[in-house]
């Protein structure tokens, strides 16, 4: 016993109801920084700061003076040779002024050379636009100039090879063979006008009257099977779940009126029906011997209709990876690096032998991820087609028969948890506060209350309602299972165990 203070478990809960769990679950980047941008300031080689007046070094030692003032003839001459210059005081020695006074018979050489050479590179210049502007005239005229004799050819590139050296298909043959027996489906819901929210209602859908069918969404489909003039078209339960009606469009561009058979959200996997027979059926290969690292194709409707029957290719990264489905089981996929984006739902994925090997289901999308998709084993999709087909639900899938919520929806449910920890069942944010119990389940005859806690499945705490549902996927209808059930009663918390027998899961 376990003194408990607190409000007790059945105030309302912070979030909705749980639907009837059919199998016990509930159906519930870091930024990276920018590189910074440097920007630099650059200035060419020849471009030398700009001063009208340098007091270190004005005086150019390569005058026609030395140091001692007197003309040397044997070396250069400076530009600035005919300039003062003035070297700043020194102590208490008096000023000087230095005068260069050459003889006017060198000055009138030296200017004589630099009008020449001025002359010479004047004329260079002007030879030199005129040959540039000739140039441009005769470049300008053969290219404005038409050449019949340059013309290219395309060449035949010979048939694309279907089938390599041991007789595997290519992915063009995949595309030819298989093609056909890939559709598009089409997704129509009934529009309302008007949404109860809180109480307050307000228009919806103004275009559509109340009770009109509206596309509502699309994805893709495989042909599986033709019976007794019907044809069947597996794909994800995701896709049509929600739909009242159904168009699935063919290759060719045609549309055909669908109905659904069923779905199982569990599997992901759902089944529609036309009143139609002649197309091409898929063949479906024993997924368990799938390899790590063979080479697959993806066909499907990626975007939905415009980018109908798209052809992708990769290969098998990795097999029986544990994937969950909307409602919380886990579904052992395989995982493909093929392109596989919204509208590829419910497409085929075909090995290299143009054998179905599994159903595109999901991937991550996020921007860290880049091709992780995920496809439903053909042998897990075909299974549960086939009892859709035949049973309108998946035969042999155990249910506890209760609807429920989780403990964290519950104001209360830190105090109820911390409890539940000094009980020695520690972490129990999966326990499971019952709800409703169906007139079918052996929980009825058994002293079970509403608001009573299933806080351990089989002696293990419910740290997740994955426990559980572990448990009943690996279970059928008429085994028993142990629960711990928590119960409050006049401030206290107290648990004791009960045995239950499994029913059957009818959907």
Same mark, same amino acid.
């Given at each position: 016993m376990n003194e408990f203070d607190e409000e007790k478990i059945n105030e309302e809960p912070q979030s909705g109801n749980q639907p009837e769990s059919s199998a016990g679950t509930e159906n519930n980047s870091a930024p990276t920084e920018e590189n910074p941008t440097y920007h630099y300031a650059y200035r060419k080689p020849d471009e030398q700061p700009k001063n009208d007046y340098n007091t270190s070094n004005n005086y150019n030692q390569n005058t026609a003076y030395n140091q001692n003032n007197s003309y040397n003839p044997n070396q250069s001459y400076s530009p600035y040779a005919n300039q003062s210059y003035y070297t700043p005081p020194s102590g208490n020695t008096q000023q000087t002024v230095v005068t260069d006074e050459k003889p006017k018979k060198e000055k009138n050489k030296v200017i004589i050379g630099i009008v020449i050479a001025l002359a010479i590179c004047l004329i260079a210049a002007i030879v030199g636009i005129a040959a540039s502007i000739g140039s441009k005239d005769s470049t300008d005229e053969k290219e404005t100039k038409p050449n019949s004799s340059a013309q290219v050819e395309t060449n035949d590139q010979g048939d694309v090879a279907k089938t390599d050296k041991d007789g595997n298909f290519t992915v063009a043959g995949i595309a030819e063979k298989c093609i056909d027996s890939c559709v598009g489906i089409t997704v129509y819901t009934e529009a309302s006008n008007y949404s109860n929210f809180y109480s307050y209602g307000f228009d919806r859908n103004n275009s559509a009257q109340s009770g009109e069918e509206v596309k509502s969404g699309e994805g893709s489909g495989i042909f599986m099977l033709e019976d007794n003039g019907r044809t069947y078209i597996l794909t994800c339960a995701h896709v049509i779940s929600n739909g009242t009606s159904f168009t699935v469009t063919t290759n060719d561009g045609k549309e055909h009126k669908a109905s659904m058979v069923a779905f199982d959200s569990q599997t992901d996997i759902g089944v529609l029906v036309i009143n139609e027979t002649g197309f091409q059926i898929a063949k479906f290969a024993d997924s368990s011997s799938t390899v790590l690292g063979e080479q697959v194709v993806a066909i499907g409707c990626p975007g939905g209709l415009e980018f109908m029957n798209s052809v992708t290719s990769g290969y098998v990264s990795a097999l029986a990876r544990p994937i969950s489905s909307s409602?919380?089981?886990?579904? !052992?996929? @395989? $995982? @493909?690096?093929?392109?596989?984006?919204? /509208?590829? =739902? /419910?497409?085929?994925?075909?090995?290299? $032998?143009? $054998?179905?090997? /599994?159903?595109? %289901? %999901? *991937? &991550?999308?996020?921007?860290?991820?880049?091709?992780?998709?995920?496809?439903?084993? =053909?042998?897990?999709?075909?299974?549960?087609?086939?009892?859709?087909? *035949? =049973?309108?639900?998946?035969? /042999?899938?155990?249910?506890?028969?209760?609807?429920? *919520? +989780? @403990?964290?929806?519950?104001?209360?449910? =830190? %105090? &109820?948890? !911390?409890?539940? !920890?000094?009980?020695?069942?520690?972490?129990?944010?999966?326990?499971?506060?019952? +709800?409703?119990?169906?007139?079918n389940s052996d929980l009825k005859n058994k002293d079970i209350r509403e608001y009573d806690m299933i806080v351990a499945a089989n002696g293990e705490t419910m740290t997740s309602t994955d426990v559980i549902t572990s448990i009943l996927s690996s279970s059928k209808p008429g085994d028993k299972i142990t629960l711990t059930i928590a119960r409050i009663e006049n401030n206290q918390i107290d648990t004791f165990d009960v045995e239950c027998t499994l029913i059957e899961s009818k959907g």
């Open positions: 409602i919380g089981y886990n579904t !052992d996929c @395989i $995982q @493909i690096d093929a392109a596989i984006n919204p /509208g590829n =739902s /419910g497409g085929a994925l075909f090995n290299m $032998q143009g $054998q179905v090997i /599994g159903v595109n %289901s %999901s *991937k &991550i999308a996020a921007t860290e991820y880049e091709g992780i998709g995920f496809a439903v084993p =053909s042998n897990t999709a075909v299974a549960t087609a086939n009892s859709l087909i *035949k =049973s309108g639900y998946v035969e /042999g899938r155990a249910k506890l028969g209760i609807t429920y *919520k +989780n @403990i964290t929806t519950y104001q209360n449910a =830190s %105090s &109820i948890l !911390d409890a539940l !920890d000094k009980l020695g069942y520690k972490d129990a944010e999966g326990t499971m506060v019952i +709800n409703e119990i169906t007139d």
